[in-house]
């Protein structure tokens, strides 16, 4: 879900340019990383849905380029690349407690029911 928010909010705007006729708001959309994260975000969200544990470097890698895109010089950061960079963060932080979440121990049964430890906030795959 956090990385279908964070596909949305590309929409949104992103930076805050000079231009000719003053200040201007640029959607993600319209810049290339804002289309970067677009892609990678929407990847992502088909990765999760198809079960790839490591889907959380897709989300990983949403984040490092929104957040380089917050140290641009050239432009001042707007609303929507914050909430961008917290979706993608907290989309990664989740599928990687998952992905330890799932991870069975050395002493557990592998065709018996997961372990109790990390239960996980995205444990609706198991049996």
């Known amino acids: 879900m956090c990385g279908a928010v964070a596909a ?15 200040a201007e708001s640029v959607a ?4 290339s990383a804002g289309q970067l994260v677009l892609v990678v975000c929407l990847v992502t969200v088909g990765l999760v849905q ?22 641009d010089r050239e432009a001042d950061p707007a609303w929507g690349l914050g909430v961008v960079i917290a979706a993608c963060v907290v989309a990664t ?24 430890g990390l239960s996980g ?3 609706r795959r198991r049996g």
Request: charged letters at 10%.
């Open 28 to 31: 993600g959309t319209s810049t």
């Open 93 to 116: 932080v989740l599928l990687v407690w998952d992905m330890f979440a799932n991870v069975a121990g050395p002493g557990d049964d592998p065709g018996g029911p997961g372990g109790r």
């Open 8 to 22: 949305l909010t590309t929409f949104l705007p992103w930076q805050t340019t000079a231009g000719a006729s003053g």
């Open 50 to 71: 198809v079960g790839w544990r490591p889907a959380w470097i897709g989300a990983g890698f949403g984040a490092a380029t929104a957040i380089r895109e917050l140290f």
């Open 121 to 123: 906030p995205l444990g």
